[in-house]
């Protein structure tokens, strides 16, 4: 089942804010912070394209069964 369009948006939103914080973090805070919320972002692009790429078995899988 695929991510809702109101949690996709939300994760997109996220995620760019995120990135925001990213950039205010490179230049002021310990190396760590950007380290940080750069997992963060990449744990949450993961999580839309992998979400994607489930459905895409989950139907390959269905179309198996069905024939």
Same mark, same amino acid.
């Given at each position: =089942?695929? &991510?809702?369009?109101? /949690? *996709?948006?939300?994760?997109?939103?996220?995620?760019?804010? &995120?990135?925001?914080?990213?950039? #205010?973090?490179?230049?002021?805070?310990?190396? #760590? /912070?950007?380290?940080? %919320?750069?997992? =963060? %972002?990449?744990?949450?692009?993961? *999580? @839309?394209? @992998?979400?994607? *790429? =489930?459905?895409? =078995?989950?139907?390959?899988?269905?179309?198996?069964?069905?024939?």
């Amino acid at each position: =089942m695929a &991510l809702s369009k109101s /949690v *996709l948006e939300s994760l997109k939103d996220s995620e760019s804010s &995120l990135r925001n914080a990213l950039a #205010f973090s490179a230049r002021s805070e310990r190396p #760590f /912070v950007a380290k940080t %919320i750069a997992t =963060m %972002i990449a744990e949450l692009d993961s *999580l @839309i394209h @992998i979400d994607s *790429l =489930m459905d895409t =078995m989950e139907h390959s899988l269905e179309d198996t069964n069905n024939e």
